[in-house]
């Protein structure tokens, strides 16, 4: 199909145009030295005022990170990391003694407001009259490295549900971070992990007590605004004996030139009985048309269905960061516990995903299901990347992938690499995947019926991805479907 | 991943290291062929024996399954191999033995008989084919095919001519022939000219007990409009470790049909890569495997579409009984340009016990829009539900498995073209689950 010249001017702005999230918000922080060392270390410890078990910990996962390599082995391609060239914390500059929601700078209100992240509920609830049913979400807004705000913290303590920052459970909750912290990703599991155990600096615990099905989602937005600054955030979900959490995450960054590194850990763990939903949109800076700029997304995702009957349900909108390296797992340790991974993944410009998931099953009659669908554009490539394996002991385990590709332009790349292992005979695994561009014969047909070229390619990419869409949460199933129109703008020519 | 690799060479590395020094002189081939196996084996030793740490070798870890280097196979003691008819018992074939990795005229039949080919010892082959360069072919840079090009003792050296149809398959047939263990390192070189038609059979046979190494090499280059149907068959010894390349390369418009048949030694690689360079190819690459005891056997596939409108399919099925391990790792790469192609591949296998292992690797790494490219993998046990039906029929259990399982691995043999080699493995397949049972 011939390019109508308004599409090949869109085209050329598309990487720097659609990204609407990469203003800077000009604000006083207050940074770490420059370089990665044990000072720096120490100094994001005694920043967070932690106890002296946590500093060993991280200089432990430290002096580890030292021995360890990059891993080589994923489809991305990207410049060396100089490690020693970054800022591994930075605050804002606080007032002192901040105690409540409006003592938070203005500045940084505003720049949730403009995120579209409300984190005033007398705001949320005041004035307009409320839909009967609609879900409200208690946010923690975490501002380079450290939590600024947290919503509905009384109204969730009420239900028992701990949420606050990392920092403040270390404080308040040692008992329960020591158990939980690391059983699920090892402090030495990866690279990329490791680094994140010696300078993590903020993220979100969450742990929600037997038989509480939390009151509201839950959820975490992370924004980078300082330049050269990394940021290492840790999240901490526990569902204990019958309990039931659904947790959301978004992220963006400002524009900019030089590359920033994002090395997050998630961990989740679910008792006998409990379900967690963990839901991302993950829409960081992706770099300009020439690959220029964007964040290095190296993100260690796993949860740990650590009791029978337990469900971990991953779901994933990706559609920024220059490179995304980034695999959420299930250990399906219990009994008849089941994992799920609903992933899309897009990628334009010069974008590099390498994505997929682990499913592990360990315990009895355990299921699992993969869907994925990866949709490259532009000069992207896009990798799916995902092993499922069924232990000796992990009799009736039970598999469903299916992970499509959809291809439009012929200089992006899609690549598919599964790795199915099965150990016992009752183990029943189906895998099937796809690769192809949109039919012509769709486009066809939607034209004739009026549309324009690119509004027939988003209804199809819609269609095509609609699977994963379901399983969103409504307030962000809207938003993504919305991200994905952006995405892909301008691809088609 | 994160551990440093190591400097410290196994014993089977220094195994072949010191069999190199020692036998680098008395090796085949002067000039052009010692410096190149002089360079394969510096390249090998650079990295040593593939392990689970080379991503193509994750499954079959050579530094651990290949414990030492076993002495380079002589000509000593070598007896006429008695049972060569046997292999493909209902087919005339013309024979090429290649005993001890060395091509055996007096046992061989006289080739001459068709005068679409030309045929003789690798060596002497390659002197009087100038123009072929030996060594270049697709996944001459794999670990296992160095290793190969270094130590190769010969084989055969065929070429089919421009437009003939060779009637008889050509069956060369590698066996091992000793009482005490020894290695081998046959490489052969097919060049089938455009317009040929051949059917070629490959097989590999030893005795059981004795812990022979074979690391076999073929290079095949198909030409325009060409149809090759080449057939793999692996009846080793019970103990035996081979590891099998073939590295093919396939013309505009050539039919091709690769087919590889597993049922023998302890551990085996078949590993293919093709590279299809012209355009309109149809190619189909399959197999199957029935293994028992603690066999491991690894098929995998490297395959370059490199030309647009290319079909490629793929089906492999392999049975697990005991402790078996099947491991299937195939990849289709669709190179830029390559456009309307048309790849699928199937891969499924059948565990019997619940000892048994597979893993499977479907891969595609694709760099063209314009494509219909999928990969299925299932594993799974037998349906019970299929086998209650046969046995409310009245059929016995083992029979009724018997049955579902034949319907299983028939459906790979199907694809055989030649219907005598078909039949002959279909039989064959008969023969182990008759033993199973």
């Known amino acids: 199909m011939p390019a109508v010249q308004e599409t090949v001017d869109r085209v050329r702005q598309i990487d720097v145009d659609q990204y609407k999230y990469g203003f800077v918000t000009d604000i006083e922080s207050e940074k770490a030295p420059i370089g990665l060392s044990e000072d720096t270390v120490r100094y994001i410890s005694a920043k967070k005022n932690e106890p002296a078990w946590m500093l060993e910990w991280r200089l432990e996962a430290f002096r580890r990170w030292l021995t360890m390599r990059e891993p080589t082995w994923a489809r991305v391609d990207y410049p060396k990391i100089d490690y020693q060239n970054a800022y591994y914390y930075s605050a804002p500059k606080k007032k002192p003694q901040l105690s409540s929601l409006d003592e938070v700078d203005p500045q940084i209100l505003e720049t949730y407001k403009k995120l579209g992240i409300p984190l005033r509920e007398q705001e949320m609830l005041a004035g307009v009259v409320r839909p009967e049913g609609e879900r409200r979400v208690a946010v923690d807004a975490v501002f380079d490295s450290v939590s600024v705000a947290t919503t509905f913290k009384e109204e969730l303590k009420r239900a028992g549900v701990i949420f606050m920052p990392m920092s403040e459970a270390i404080q308040e909750h040692p008992d329960l971070v020591k158990k939980y912290l690391c059983s699920v990703v090892p402090v030495n599991d990866n690279y990329f992990a490791t680094l994140n155990s010696a300078v993590f600096s903020d993220g979100s615990f969450v742990y929600i007590p037997p038989g509480v099905r939390c009151p509201m989602e839950l959820s975490t937005y992370f924004r980078i605004n300082e330049a050269n600054t990394g940021q290492f955030e840790r999240t901490l979900i526990i569902a204990d004996k019958g309990a039931y959490v659904s947790y959301l995450e978004g992220c963006t960054a400002p524009m900019r030139d030089e590359n920033q590194l994002h090395a997050a850990v998630v961990e989740l763990v679910t008792h006998d009985d409990a379900e967690i939903k963990y839901s991302t949109v993950q829409?960081?800076?992706?770099?300009?048309?020439?690959?220029?700029?964007?964040?290095?997304?190296?993100?260690?995702?796993?949860?740990?269905?650590?009791?029978?009957?337990?469900?971990?349900?991953?779901?994933?909108?990706?559609?920024?960061?220059?490179?995304?390296?980034?695999?959420?797992?299930?250990?399906?340790?219990?009994?008849?516990?089941?994992?799920?991974?609903?992933?899309?993944?897009?990628?334009?410009?010069?974008?590099?995903?390498?994505?997929?998931?682990?499913?592990?099953?360990?315990?009895?009659?355990?299921?699992?299901?993969?869907?994925?669908?990866?949709?490259?554009?532009?000069?992207?490539?896009?990798?799916?990347?995902?092993?499922?394996?069924?232990?000796?002991?992990?009799?009736?385990?039970?598999?469903?992938?299916?992970?499509?590709?959809?291809?439009?332009?012929?200089?992006?790349?899609?690549?598919?690499?599964?790795?199915?292992?099965?150990?016992?005979?009752?183990?029943?695994?189906?895998?099937?995947?796809?690769?192809?561009?949109?039919?012509?014969?769709?486009?066809?047909?939607?034209?004739q019926r009026g549309m324009s070229a690119e509004e027939a390619t988003a209804l199809v990419v819609n269609g095509f991805v609609k699977d994963v869409l379901q399983q969103l949460p409504m307030e962000f199933a809207v938003e993504a479907q919305k991200l994905i129109s952006i995405s892909l703008e301008g691809s088609v020519g | 991943?994160?551990?440093?690799?190591?400097?410290?060479?196994?014993?089977?590395?220094?195994?072949?290291?010191?069999?190199?020094?020692?036998?680098?002189?008395?090796?085949?081939?002067?000039?052009?062929?010692?410096?190149?196996?002089?360079?394969?084996?510096?390249?090998?030793?650079?990295?040593?024996?593939?392990?689970?740490?080379?991503?193509?070798?994750?499954?079959?870890?050579?530094?651990?399954?290949?414990?030492?280097?076993?002495?380079?196979?002589?000509?000593?003691?070598?007896?006429?191999?008695?049972?060569?008819?046997?292999?493909?018992?209902?087919?005339?074939?013309?024979?090429?033995?290649?005993?001890?990795?060395?091509?055996?005229?007096?046992?061989?039949?006289?080739?001459?008989?068709?005068?679409?080919?030309?045929?003789?010892?690798?060596?002497?082959?390659?002197?009087?084919?100038?123009?072929?360069?030996?060594?270049?072919?697709?996944?001459?840079?794999?670990?296992?095919?160095?290793?190969?090009?270094?130590?190769?003792?010969?084989?055969?050296?065929?070429?089919?001519?421009?437009?003939?149809?060779?009637?008889?398959?050509?069956?060369?047939?590698?066996?091992?022939?000793?009482?005490?263990?020894?290695?081998?390192?046959?490489?052969?070189?097919?060049?089938?000219?455009?317009?040929?038609?051949?059917?070629?059979?490959?097989?590999?046979?030893?005795?059981?007990?004795?812990?022979?190494?074979?690391?076999?090499?073929?290079?095949?280059?198909?030409?325009?409009?060409?149809?090759?149907?080449?057939?793999?068959?692996?009846?080793?010894?019970?103990?035996?470790?081979?590891?099998?390349?073939?590295?093919?390369?396939?013309?505009?418009?050539?039919?091709y049909k690769d087919f590889a048949y597993t049922t023998g030694g302890a551990v085996v690689r078949n590993q293919t890569f093709a590279r299809f360079a012209g355009e309109r190819i149809d190619a189909f690459i399959g197999g199957a495997s029935l293994l028992k005891n603690k066999q491991h056997v690894d098929n995998t596939l490297v395959i370059a579409h490199a030309a647009a409108n290319c079909d490629s399919r793929e089906l492999f099925k392999t049975v697990l009984d005991n402790q078996s391990h099947g491991v299937f790792q195939g990849k289709i790469i669709v190179e830029p340009h390559a456009q309307k192609t048309n790849a699928?591949?199937?891969?499924?296998?059948?565990?019997?016990?619940?000892?048994?292992?597979?893993?499977?690797?479907?891969?595609?790494?694709?760099?063209?829009?314009?494509?219909?490219?999928?990969?299925?993998?299932?594993?799974?046990?037998?349906?019970?539900?299929?086998?209650?039906?046969?046995?409310?029929?009245?059929?016995?259990?083992?029979?009724?498995?018997?049955?579902?399982?034949?319907?299983?691995?028939?459906?790979?043999?199907?694809?055989?073209?030649?219907?005598?080699?078909?039949?002959?493995?279909?039989?064959?397949?008969?023969?182990?689950?008759?033993?199973?049972?």
């Not at chain 2, 193509?56 to 000509?75: F, H, I, N, V």
């Not at chain 2, 790494?365 to 219909?372: G, H, R």
């Open chain 1, 283 to 447: 829409n960081w800076y992706p770099g300009d048309a020439d690959g220029k700029g964007g964040i290095f997304n190296f993100v260690t995702k796993r949860g740990d269905c650590r009791g029978k009957n337990s469900k971990i349900s991953w779901t994933q909108v990706e559609t920024g960061s220059a490179i995304t390296w980034k695999y959420p797992s299930c250990i399906l340790r219990g009994d008849n516990s089941r994992g799920e991974f609903y992933s899309i993944a897009i990628s334009n410009g010069r974008q590099q995903v390498d994505s997929g998931t682990k499913m592990i099953h360990l315990g009895k009659n355990t299921t699992s299901r993969i869907i994925s669908k990866g949709i490259s554009a532009g000069k992207s490539n896009n990798t799916y990347r995902g092993l499922v394996t069924a232990h000796r002991k992990a009799t009736n385990a039970r598999n469903f992938t299916n992970c499509d590709s959809l291809l439009i332009g012929d200089q992006c790349g899609a690549h598919t690499v599964p790795y199915i292992e099965a150990k016992n005979s009752s183990a029943v695994f189906e895998h099937e995947a796809s690769t192809s561009k949109i039919s012509e014969d769709m486009l066809f047909y939607c034209r």
């Open chain 2, 1 to 255: 991943m994160n551990a440093d690799i190591r400097a410290i060479k196994t014993a089977a590395e220094q195994g072949l290291a010191t069999s190199f020094a020692g036998a680098r002189g008395a090796l085949p081939g002067k000039g052009a062929v010692a410096s190149l196996r002089d360079d394969a084996f510096k390249r090998f030793e650079t990295q040593g024996l593939p392990n689970r740490r080379v991503e193509q070798w994750k499954y079959t870890d050579l530094r651990a399954l290949m414990r030492e280097a076993k002495p380079l196979a002589g000509l000593a003691d070598v007896r006429k191999p008695a049972d060569i008819a046997a292999i493909l018992s209902g087919v005339d074939a013309s024979l090429v033995t290649i005993v001890n990795g060395r091509y055996a005229p007096e046992w061989s039949d006289k080739n001459a008989a068709d005068p679409g080919i030309v045929l003789a010892e690798l060596f002497a082959w390659l002197a009087e084919n100038l123009d072929y360069k030996l060594g270049e072919m697709p996944g001459s840079d794999d670990q296992a095919s160095l290793l190969n090009t270094a130590f190769m003792s010969g084989g055969v050296g065929l070429r089919v001519m421009r437009g003939a149809t060779v009637a008889k398959p050509i069956h060369i047939a590698h066996v091992f022939s000793g009482d005490a263990a020894a290695a081998m390192y046959p490489r052969s070189v097919v060049v089938v000219e455009p317009g040929a038609h051949v059917t070629l059979v490959e097989s590999f046979s030893g005795p059981d007990g004795i812990d022979y190494q074979v690391n076999s090499a073929l290079e095949l280059s198909i030409g325009e409009g060409a149809r090759v149907d080449h057939i793999k068959i692996g009846y080793d010894g019970n103990a035996a470790l081979r590891i099998s390349t073939l590295g093919v390369t396939v013309g505009a418009k050539a039919t």
């Open chain 2, 344 to 437: 699928k591949m199937m891969t499924r296998s059948l565990l019997l016990s619940d000892e048994a292992e597979a893993s499977q690797k479907p891969e595609l790494e694709i760099f063209a829009d314009d494509v219909v490219c999928g990969h299925g993998a299932t594993a799974g046990a037998l349906d019970p539900g299929l086998k209650f039906y046969l046995m409310s029929r009245g059929i016995h259990e083992k029979e009724a498995e018997t049955l579902l399982i034949q319907a299983f691995i028939g459906e790979a043999i199907e694809e055989v073209a030649h219907e005598g080699i078909r039949d002959d493995l279909n039989l064959a397949a008969l023969r182990w689950l008759g033993a199973r049972a």
